[in-house]
C-alpha cells in the first residue's frame, strides 16, 4: 500500500526526505468511517527532523490544524501534481489557536469510555472485540510517545479468531496490518511494554 501511494513527496507541503525526517501514511478520515474505500483515504505527510521548529503536516493534521474536508482537497491536488497549500493554512491555524491538544483530551475521554463499556463484555463476545478494535485505533491516533507500540499491544489483545463476522474480521484485519505499516515506515521497535 506504502509503495502505491504517488506522488513521494509530502501532500500538504511538497517536502521530501532529507528536508523532512520522513514520509509517513496518514488517514483521512478515522478508519471507523472508511473500511472499505482504503486507498482513497490515504496519503503521504511528513514528519519534521529532529530539532525543526514546527511540527511536520501529520502532526499538524493530528492536532486539528485541517478539517477532513480540506485534507481531501489537499490529496487531490497531490494527485493531481498541483503545488501544496495547505501546510500554509495548518501552520497559520496553529499560530492563530495553538496546538489545539483538547482533540487529544477528547481521545483520551473517548478511550476510558470505551474501556468502562468493555468490562460488563465476556472476554470472548463480538461486542468486546470490536471495543477493543476501537481502543487500538484509538491509541494509534493520538499522538503521544509510543503511540505505535501501544496500539500494537492493545491490537493483539484480540484473538485472531475472535472476529466472527466478516465486518469485524476485515477491520482487524485492516488495523493490524496498518499499525504494522506504520510501524515499519518509522521503524519503531515494537512491541514496547504498556504502562496503561
Ligand atoms: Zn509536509
Redesign the pocket.
Given at each position: 500500500m506504502r509503495q502505491q501511494l504517488q506522488p513521494k513527496k509530502?501532500a500538504?507541503?511538497g517536502?521530501t526526505p532529507p528536508e523532512?525526517r520522513r514520509l509517513e501514511v496518514a488517514h483521512i478520515s478515522p478508519l471507523s468511517e472508511c473500511a472499505i474505500t482504503i486507498e482513497e483515504n490515504l496519503l503521504l505527510?511528513?514528519k519534521e527532523n529532529l530539532g525543526d521548529s514546527e511540527p511536520?503536516?501529520h502532526t499538524l493534521y493530528d492536532q486539528g490544524c485541517c478539517s477532513i474536508v480540506n485534507m481531501r482537497e489537499c490529496r487531490e491536488r497531490w494527485i493531481a501534481g498541483k503545488p501544496p497549500i495547505t501546510?500554509k493554512r495548518m501552520t497559520q491555524l496553529r499560530a492563530d489557536y495553538g496546538p489545539r491538544p483538547q482533540q487529544q483530551g477528547h481521545l483520551r475521554k473517548e478511550l476510558g469510555n470505551l474501556r468502562t463499556q468493555q468490562k460488563s463484555e465476556p472476554t470472548d463476545s463480538e461486542a468486546w472485540c470490536l471495543l477493543q478494535l476501537q481502543i487500538a485505533e484509538l491509541t494509534r491516533r493520538r499522538a503521544r510517545k509510543n503511540a505505535l507500540g501501544r496500539a500494537w499491544n492493545e491490537i493483539i489483545k484480540v484473538h485472531p479468531e475472535s472476529p466472527r463476522t466478516d465486518s469485524l474480521k476485515a477491520r482487524y484485519i485492516y488495523e493490524k496490518a496498518y499499525i504494522e505499516l506504520l510501524s515499519g515506515s518509522s521503524m519503531m521497535p515494537f512491541p514496547i511494554s504498556s504502562k496503561e
Open positions: 509530502c500538504a507541503c517536502r523532512v505527510l511528513c511536520g503536516c501546510r
